[in-house]
């Protein structure tokens, strides 16, 4: 919450400053419509922010103001000098509330009132309330213009390959190895950089939508709707910008959903629906666009009634009315200043919105679609440009070129050995039979004309899914995985219908994204289900199969693990991997992951590493190399002894170690802190803050060294033979620095560190 | 009076608008785009950029550029940039702008490339737009959104 709060103060901040020229453009000139709007968008938004941000006051005079603009711009109110002022009185309150509450002064609310009043047709000109002076709180981010974001990005990208350069040129001589050195921590500094830079740009699309469940909430609960929110594709990536500009259209639309969109409940029944409505929001990426999807099942657009509104209010000429189409009837919807709906309510005003909405996401190159299925909700679906967004890819190869795939999109790569893969030709066409699933083969060589078209190459195949199907792409091999920052390509290019765009990867040689479902398109692929349908009897035998992975253990053995527990399988730096706090962690992303190995990693540069989630905690795996998937066989013969091993089972006549996720999971498992307030009765020589802390909130403690103001802590530690005020604290445990206890003193010498904990146990457990 | 460049392009001196010309370099290791039309020699990485390499010859719809060549105009068409292969560079100087002559005859290529003429110690050459030189494409690929039911 307290993000959102920054966030909205930031943001108002900001649009404060780039309104203030558009203020005194409008006092200059009333009657100016683009003026006018600008600060009508600014109180609006400004009370949608309130609302859901529980800020009453800033509600109260936001949507005051509001109103009287939107009467202005009605035509029901003249914008004389009266008015403009008390407009503008109320947008500068707006800036000093919101200083206020970022520097957490407290500001008077008396001249409110009289500012609300001010704006009533018949109000005599107030004197205004003194401007209060609230020094502005230093703030604890940077808002940076994302143009500098840019340049650092290119700036970046150039330092890589002045490096890569360098290194080259490096490689062809013999060189001093203090120079190599140097070269090897410019590398890894450059690696870093980038990785951060990077970052700098690219946010989860959690970011907006983690606020809206407690929206959409709130909202159905002020207009008493029953509303059921799923959310979708959360960790989809984009650029921070995007995110930015997208955060306004997006709570939009999700307040006109339920407002407008979603019916009441008895309405909701009398029309045969289930009293709650739903409402999914969705976010995936498509090609070289993210698609963020917002579907109702209320009751839709009416459309007849947008085009008797537009044509009472003469929005758009009689003519040009007759002649629309539906799709620009429904698109009347984003026309400025027109509403399907006749009553105001303080959720989303006057469908002021829509036209925000477009702006907005027009501004940032992308398009809004509206599929409206009257009655049974209207699904809004927003394009956004991946331009700029960070991709993470599988690198491959075919011939002598590389090529990148979305790693979304890459269900699987095996090779073609052994039993698990067949490869036959059924008339024409290629077919890949994976573990008795039958999938069209596409070669990528033969595709893309390059490389040996079939046998020795096309070892590998990669299992693409497309939103049609899947199918099983041939290529030569699998080189590597990177996060690769990937543009448009030029048109020409584009054109081919196999690309989805063009990247820069460390090499220094450009690569070439592939478009999974261009190239099935492009290689005629027709997916039905009759390829399936003839392995539907074997399908059914294997239901209770579970697939695992197979794969070899640094100690040596074989071992599979259930494929759902496996988020990925990922090379990592052994340089990434150590030995911290009594725990071996992986520094991954910039988190901390537990790491387990079976044996000690060794002195290679890389280890392939299983990353393991259960939907909540993180751990990772260190292996010595992954072979394939398998399906799990019934039987498993039970493990003996210790160790994370859930039992033995036979692959392929082979034993098999299956890893017990659960014991891997269980043992990150710590109790809970306790969370019991410890008052440190600090004496100025530091010991207590720098010594006694760490250890103690290790423990559980949460420790302050002012005494606590709210309630009593539950224990103070002091060196001091003062006496506590009582009330201050419940128990009192008394610390010496002598080791040999003075006679008849109740201390505990202070490096006896279970005697002091137990002290600290007993005190707070008898509370 | 007007600034180009004057350059070899399949064995002709051409002249160039400097307007049009973002910069002149030598190209590294170009990397080939398999589908894309013959015009489309590949990409090449400039700085931190991705440019496309076109092949001046077979746009003009003579013989291709020979592989060895390095030397291009990088040049900027709606919005990307594309490295245009010369056979050389000669100078760089100010010219009349003369329109063509009425009755010549361009073939091939040239004729849609071809937008003036200038004349160096008498002799005329073509003054050559490098947009033109890029292949255009009506339709571009990508996901569109399908057309609303109405």
Same mark, same amino acid.
């Given at each position: 919450m307290d993000d959102l709060l920054q966030e909205f103060i930031a943001e108002t901040r900001e649009t404060l400053e780039a309104l203030s020229g558009e203020i005194v453009a409008w006092e200059a000139d009333p009657t100016d419509r683009a003026r006018l709007d600008a600060i009508f968008r600014f109180v609006h938004t400004v009370k949608g922010s309130c609302g859901f941000l529980d800020l009453p006051r800033l509600a109260r005079l936001s949507h005051a103001a509001e109103d009287v603009l939107a009467a202005v711009r009605d035509g029901k109110r003249v914008?004389?000098?009266?008015?403009?002022?008390?407009? #503008?009185?109320?947008?500068?309150?707006?800036?000093?509330?919101?200083?206020?509450?970022?520097?957490?002064? !407290?500001?008077?609310?008396? =001249?409110?009132?009289?500012?609300?009043?001010?704006?009533?047709?018949?109000?005599?000109?107030?004197? #205004?309330?003194?401007?209060?002076?609230?020094?502005?709180?230093?703030?604890?981010?940077v808002r940076l213009n994302v143009d500098l974001l840019d340049r650092m990005m290119s700036g970046m990208s150039e330092m890589v390959l002045a490096r890569n350069e360098l290194a080259r040129r490096l490689r062809d001589e013999a060189v001093d190895p203090l120079v190599e050195a140097a070269l090897e921590r410019l590398s890894l500094t450059v690696a870093e950089m980038r990785d951060t830079v990077t970052r700098t740009r690219m946010q989860k699309i959690d970011a907006l939508f983690s606020a809206l469940p407690r929206m959409v909430r709130d909202t159905a609960g002020e207009l008493g709707k029953q509303v059921a929110l799923s959310i979708d594709g959360s960790d989809v990536?984009?650029?921070?910008?995007? &995110?930015?500009?997208?955060?306004?259209?997006?709570?939009? &639309?999700?307040?006109?959903?339920?407002?407008?969109?979603?019916?009441?409940?008895?309405?909701?029944?009398?029309?045969?629906?289930?009293?709650? !409505?739903? #409402?999914?929001?969705?976010?995936? +990426?498509?090609?070289? +666009?993210?698609?963020?999807?917002?579907?109702?099942?209320?009751?839709?657009?009416?459309?007849?009634?947008?085009?008797?509104?537009?044509?009472?209010?003469?929005?758009?000429?009689?003519?040009?009315?007759?002649?629309?189409?539906?799709?620009?009837?429904?698109?009347?919807?984003?026309?400025?200043?027109? =509403? =399907?709906?006749?009553?105001?309510?303080?959720?989303?005003?006057? !469908?002021?919105?829509?036209?925000?909405?477009?702006?907005?996401?027009?501004?940032?190159?992308?398009?809004?679609?509206?599929?409206?299925?009257?009655?049974?909700?209207?699904?809004?679906?927003? $394009?956004?440009?991946?331009?700029?967004?960070?991709?993470s890819t599988i690198v491959v190869g075919v011939g002598d070129q590389r090529f990148a795939i979305a790693r979304q999109s890459v269900d699987e790569i095996l090779r073609v050995r052994g039993e698990s893969v067949r490869i036959d030709t059924i008339g024409d066409a290629?077919?890949?039979?994976?573990?008795?699933?039958?999938?069209?083969?596409? =070669?990528?060589?033969?595709?893309?004309?390059?490389?040996?078209?079939?046998?020795?190459?096309n070892r590998t195949l990669a299992i693409i899914s497309t939103r049609d199907g899947e199918y099983a792409l041939a290529i030569d091999d699998v080189i590597d995985t990177e996060e690769l920052v990937v543009k448009p390509a030029a048109p020409s290019v584009m054109a081919t219908g196999v690309y989805a765009g063009q990247t820069l990867p460390d090499s220094g040689l450009p690569m070439l994204l592939l478009d999974g479902s261009?190239?099935?398109?492009?290689?005629?692929?027709?997916?039905?289900r009759i390829i399936a349908s003839e392995d539907e009897e074997v399908a059914g035998d294997r239901v209770e199969a579970i697939p695992a992975l197979l794969f070899e253990d640094l100690d040596g053995q074989r071992r599979a693990l259930p494929l759902a527990a496996i988020d990925r399988v990922e090379p990592v730096s052994t340089d990434a991997i150590r030995l911290t706090a009594g725990q071996w962690r992986l520094a991954i992303g910039g988190a901390l992951v537990p790491l387990h190995s079976a044996a000690p990693i060794g002195d290679r540069t890389e280890v392939p590493v299983l990353r393991l989630t259960d939907g909540t905690t993180?751990?990772? $795996?260190?292996?010595?190399?992954?072979?394939?998937?398998?399906?799990?066989?019934?039987?498993?013969?039970?493990?003996?002894?210790?160790?994370?091993?859930?039992?033995?089972? &036979?692959?392929?006549?082979?034993?098999?170690e299956l890893l017990d996720a659960h014991a891997l999971f269980s043992a990150e498992w710590q109790p809970q802190a306790r969370d019991r307030l410890c008052w440190l009765h600090v004496d100025g020589s530091g010991w207590m803050e720098t010594f006694l802390r760490p250890m103690l909130e290790a423990s559980g403690y949460r420790c302050v060294t002012q005494p606590p103001r709210d309630a009593p802590a539950d224990v103070v530690l002091t060196m001091d033979a003062d006496a506590i005020t009582p009330g201050i604290a419940r128990h009192v445990v008394r610390l010496r620095r002598d080791p040999i206890d003075p006679a008849g003193g109740a201390s505990i010498y202070r490096y006896d560190r279970a005697a002091l904990l137990e002290a600290l146990a007993c005190a707070v457990g008898g509370r | 009076m007007e600034l180009f460049l004057i350059a070899q392009i399949a064995g002709r001196g051409v002249a160039i608008e400097t307007g049009q010309v973002d910069s002149v370099v030598d190209i590294a290791q170009i990397v080939a785009?398999?589908?894309?039309?013959?015009?489309?020699?590949?990409?090449?990485?400039?700085? *931190?950029?991705?440019? %496309?390499?076109?092949?001046?010859? %077979?746009?003009?719809?003579?013989?291709?550029?020979?592989?060895?060549?390095?030397?291009?105009?990088? %040049?900027?068409?709606?919005g990307h940039p594309y490295a245009i292969l010369v056979d050389a560079l000669?100078?760089?100087? %100010?010219?009349?702008?003369?329109?063509? *002559? *009425?009755?010549?005859?361009?073939?091939?290529?040239?004729? *849609?490339?071809?937008?003036?003429?200038?004349e160096r110690d008498g002799e005329p050459l073509l003054i050559v737009d490098l947009a033109a030189l890029v292949p255009q494409t009506v339709a571009t690929a990508g996901a569109s959104p399908q057309p609303l039911a109405a």
């Amino acid at each position: 919450m307290d993000d959102l709060l920054q966030e909205f103060i930031a943001e108002t901040r900001e649009t404060l400053e780039a309104l203030s020229g558009e203020i005194v453009a409008w006092e200059a000139d009333p009657t100016d419509r683009a003026r006018l709007d600008a600060i009508f968008r600014f109180v609006h938004t400004v009370k949608g922010s309130c609302g859901f941000l529980d800020l009453p006051r800033l509600a109260r005079l936001s949507h005051a103001a509001e109103d009287v603009l939107a009467a202005v711009r009605d035509g029901k109110r003249v914008p004389d000098t009266a008015l403009v002022n008390a407009v #503008l009185a109320i947008v500068d309150r707006i800036g000093e509330i919101v200083e206020a509450i970022d520097s957490g002064a !407290g500001l008077d609310d008396s =001249s409110e009132d009289l500012l609300i009043a001010a704006l009533a047709e018949d109000a005599r000109p107030a004197a #205004l309330a003194h401007t209060a002076n609230v020094p502005r709180a230093s703030s604890r981010s940077v808002r940076l213009n994302v143009d500098l974001l840019d340049r650092m990005m290119s700036g970046m990208s150039e330092m890589v390959l002045a490096r890569n350069e360098l290194a080259r040129r490096l490689r062809d001589e013999a060189v001093d190895p203090l120079v190599e050195a140097a070269l090897e921590r410019l590398s890894l500094t450059v690696a870093e950089m980038r990785d951060t830079v990077t970052r700098t740009r690219m946010q989860k699309i959690d970011a907006l939508f983690s606020a809206l469940p407690r929206m959409v909430r709130d909202t159905a609960g002020e207009l008493g709707k029953q509303v059921a929110l799923s959310i979708d594709g959360s960790d989809v990536e984009l650029d921070r910008e995007m &995110i930015e500009l997208m955060r306004d259209p997006l709570v939009h &639309i999700i307040r006109n959903a339920v407002d407008h969109g979603i019916e009441a409940p008895a309405d909701r029944k009398a029309a045969g629906k289930r009293e709650a !409505g739903r #409402l999914i929001v969705s976010a995936r +990426q498509s090609g070289n +666009q993210i698609l963020i999807e917002i579907a109702d099942d209320g009751r839709g657009i009416d459309v007849e009634r947008l085009v008797i509104k537009a044509r009472q209010q003469k929005l758009v000429p009689e003519a040009d009315l007759a002649a629309m189409d539906e799709t620009a009837r429904l698109d009347l919807i984003f026309h400025p200043g027109l =509403s =399907s709906r006749d009553t105001v309510t303080a959720i989303s005003g006057r !469908g002021v919105g829509m036209d925000v909405v477009r702006a907005n996401i027009e501004h940032i190159g992308g398009r809004i679609h509206l599929s409206n299925q009257p009655g049974r909700g209207l699904t809004i679906v927003i $394009y956004v440009p991946l331009t700029l967004s960070i991709m993470s890819t599988i690198v491959v190869g075919v011939g002598d070129q590389r090529f990148a795939i979305a790693r979304q999109s890459v269900d699987e790569i095996l090779r073609v050995r052994g039993e698990s893969v067949r490869i036959d030709t059924i008339g024409d066409a290629a077919v890949a039979t994976v573990r008795g699933r039958r999938l069209p083969l596409v =070669s990528l060589g033969r595709l893309l004309g390059i490389g040996t078209p079939d046998g020795e190459a096309n070892r590998t195949l990669a299992i693409i899914s497309t939103r049609d199907g899947e199918y099983a792409l041939a290529i030569d091999d699998v080189i590597d995985t990177e996060e690769l920052v990937v543009k448009p390509a030029a048109p020409s290019v584009m054109a081919t219908g196999v690309y989805a765009g063009q990247t820069l990867p460390d090499s220094g040689l450009p690569m070439l994204l592939l478009d999974g479902s261009g190239i099935a398109t492009i290689a005629g692929l027709r997916f039905t289900r009759i390829i399936a349908s003839e392995d539907e009897e074997v399908a059914g035998d294997r239901v209770e199969a579970i697939p695992a992975l197979l794969f070899e253990d640094l100690d040596g053995q074989r071992r599979a693990l259930p494929l759902a527990a496996i988020d990925r399988v990922e090379p990592v730096s052994t340089d990434a991997i150590r030995l911290t706090a009594g725990q071996w962690r992986l520094a991954i992303g910039g988190a901390l992951v537990p790491l387990h190995s079976a044996a000690p990693i060794g002195d290679r540069t890389e280890v392939p590493v299983l990353r393991l989630t259960d939907g909540t905690t993180e751990i990772a $795996y260190a292996i010595d190399e992954p072979i394939e998937i398998v399906q799990l066989p019934a039987e498993i013969a039970p493990a003996r002894g210790s160790g994370p091993i859930a039992g033995v089972v &036979i692959i392929d006549g082979e034993q098999v170690e299956l890893l017990d996720a659960h014991a891997l999971f269980s043992a990150e498992w710590q109790p809970q802190a306790r969370d019991r307030l410890c008052w440190l009765h600090v004496d100025g020589s530091g010991w207590m803050e720098t010594f006694l802390r760490p250890m103690l909130e290790a423990s559980g403690y949460r420790c302050v060294t002012q005494p606590p103001r709210d309630a009593p802590a539950d224990v103070v530690l002091t060196m001091d033979a003062d006496a506590i005020t009582p009330g201050i604290a419940r128990h009192v445990v008394r610390l010496r620095r002598d080791p040999i206890d003075p006679a008849g003193g109740a201390s505990i010498y202070r490096y006896d560190r279970a005697a002091l904990l137990e002290a600290l146990a007993c005190a707070v457990g008898g509370r | 009076m007007e600034l180009f460049l004057i350059a070899q392009i399949a064995g002709r001196g051409v002249a160039i608008e400097t307007g049009q010309v973002d910069s002149v370099v030598d190209i590294a290791q170009i990397v080939a785009v398999p589908r894309a039309e013959a015009a489309v020699r590949g990409l090449v990485a400039l700085r *931190s950029r991705v440019v %496309t390499v076109i092949d001046t010859g %077979t746009a003009l719809g003579l013989d291709a550029t020979p592989d060895g060549a390095r030397r291009a105009v990088i %040049t900027r068409v709606d919005g990307h940039p594309y490295a245009i292969l010369v056979d050389a560079l000669e100078d760089v100087a %100010t010219f009349e702008r003369q329109p063509l *002559s *009425s009755g010549l005859a361009l073939d091939r290529g040239w004729a *849609s490339v071809g937008v003036g003429l200038v004349e160096r110690d008498g002799e005329p050459l073509l003054i050559v737009d490098l947009a033109a030189l890029v292949p255009q494409t009506v339709a571009t690929a990508g996901a569109s959104p399908q057309p609303l039911a109405a």
